[in-house]
């Protein structure tokens, strides 16, 4: 059974920075491109950035510079560093497959909060 575990979120001032964590079970890790989703309120769910097995990366224009995906595959972990956060990024982060996720193994996400 595939499990995936956000964590790192918060709340954080325009600006301020944050490092988000997902760790992946049931599944070979290594082999599977993964990628970082947020959903904010009233929105669609968007790929905010992904990352293949090899560690080639993709991000969504509106991150482009200020977001960073990187993996550790021997802790089938993979990490969202954000740095420059604007009120904008406010949302619920997840992590899934990518850069197309699986609809049934979604994890509860992580929240981020960028306000003054």
């Known amino acids: 059974q595939v499990q995936l575990v956000e964590s790192g979120g918060g709340s954080v001032q325009p600006g301020g920075s944050l490092r988000l964590s997902c760790v992946a079970s049931?599944?070979?890790?290594?082999?599977?491109?993964m990628g970082w989703y947020r959903q904010a309120p009233g929105k669609v769910r968007e790929l905010v950035a992904h990352?293949?097995?090899?560690?080639?990366?993709n991000y969504a224009d509106s991150v482009k510079g200020r977001f960073t995906i990187s993996r550790d595959n021997a802790e089938s972990t993979v990490y969202l560093q954000m740095n420059n956060l604007k009120p904008e990024d406010t949302a619920v982060y997840l992590c899934n497959i990518g850069p197309v996720p699986l609809v049934n193994i979604w994890g509860q996400g992580t929240q981020v909060t960028v306000s003054s």
């Open positions: 990352i293949t097995r090899a560690g080639s990366t």
């Open positions: 049931g599944m070979d890790f290594s082999i599977i491109g």
